[in-house]
């Protein structure tokens, strides 16, 4: 994450997992096969999947990351309120269930890697929970869900529940890749918050941006 994710992903090679070989991936060259805006004032990651902290996650591509200028600011309106995209190698299989895994996997491997950094005690350390459903299919996908993260913040040390909107692509010019939105935020859908991450989702284009 920004300032979190370990910098080494976005500039230099990454060592991806322990039984595969270091894969050189510069992400300040790399052009994307799609359009997804960058906001004023919002920032940036990619990184390579597998995932560093999440190796479980049996999927090969890259992580696109959109960050809210608050994100990281527990004072903000914005704060824990950001986005990725998953550009994957192939069509793997996508439902409710498979997103639910996924992301206990993401979102364990996540705070694993900051609890010694932030001195954070064992009591305080839980599995997240993951919840989610299909929901009616928005303009542009081939499927939607909606579901919460229950996890520890591990920046203020305390559970957070994360809202999230989840939108499986319809790209027919990237027919052998599969697109995975992903949109999160604490605060609940009818807050105006909410209007940014749908603008991204809805702005996004199967089509490099020229």
């Not at 550009?87 to 992301?103: C, F, Q, R, V």
């Not at 001195?119 to 839980?126: G, S, T, V, Y």
């Not at 920046?155 to 697109?179: D, F, G, R």
Request: with cysteine.
């Amino acid at each position: 994450m920004r300032n979190i994710i370990i910098a080494m992903f976005c500039f230099t090679a990454v060592n991806v997992s322990a039984q595969t070989p270091q894969v050189a991936f510069d992400a300040s060259k790399w052009n994307p096969p799609y359009s997804l805006d960058i906001p004023k004032g919002w920032g940036v990651e990619r990184f390579l999947i597998p995932i560093e902290f999440a190796p479980q996650i049996p999927y090969q591509g890259i992580e696109d990351l959109r960050f809210t200028p608050g994100w990281g600011d527990s004072t903000s309106n914005e704060y824990w309120t950001y986005s990725f995209l998953w550009y994957l190698d192939g069509k793997p299989e996508t439902s409710a269930k498979i997103i639910e895994e996924n992301l206990k996997l993401y979102y364990t491997g996540l705070i694993g890697r900051n609890i010694e950094k932030r001195k954070i005690p064992a009591d305080k350390i839980f599995t997240p929970k993951t919840s989610f459903k299909e929901i009616k299919t928005s303009s542009g996908d081939l499927k939607t869900y909606q579901g919460t993260i229950y996890m520890l913040d591990y920046m203020q040390q305390k559970p957070i529940s994360l809202n999230c909107m989840v939108h499986l692509k319809a790209c027919e010019t990237l027919k052998e890749k599969t697109l995975i939105f992903y949109e999160i935020s604490p605060k609940p859908l009818t807050d105006s918050i909410w209007r940014l991450l749908n603008k991204l989702n809805t702005s996004f284009s199967c089509s490099e941006q020229n």
